[in-house]
């Protein structure tokens, strides 16, 4: 099994920054893929910027150019740099694990970004 864990997140004013870190436990050798999702009040969770083992990176979008994915191979932690942040960011953020039997999950960091 692998375990998730997301922090980092908070109230920023639009335009601010935040650092997102997902931290690992378990079974992180089996751990291929990692990304980030989030999650906005009465909409779909929607994929935000993803990162293979080999360091491949993908972006959505909406943040293309504003966030920054990155990713400790050595034990698996996740990293979500956010800039310029905008009212349209506020969501919960989640990690997900993607290994060859299963897909996992963390409980989600709430990000809100208002004056």
């Known amino acids: 099994q692998v375990y998730l864990v997301e922090s980092g997140g908070g109230l920023v004013q639009p335009g601010g920054s935040l650092r997102l870190v997902c931290t690992a436990s378990?079974?992180?050798?089996?751990?291929?893929?990692m990304a980030w999702y989030r999650q906005a009040p009465g909409k779909e969770r929607e994929w935000v910027a993803g990162?293979?083992?080999?360091?491949?990176?993908n972006y959505g979008d909406a943040v293309k150019g504003r966030f920054t994915i990155s990713r400790d191979n050595a034990d698996s932690t996740l990293y979500l740099q956010m800039n310029s942040l905008k009212p349209d960011d506020t969501a919960v953020y989640y990690c997900?694990?993607?290994?060859?039997?299963?897909?996992?999950w963390g409980q989600g960091t709430q990000v809100t970004v208002s004056s």
């Open positions: 990162i293979t083992i080999d360091g491949r990176i």
């Open positions: 997900n694990a993607a290994t060859a039997q299963f897909s996992a």
């Open positions: 378990g079974n992180i050798f089996t751990i291929n893929g």
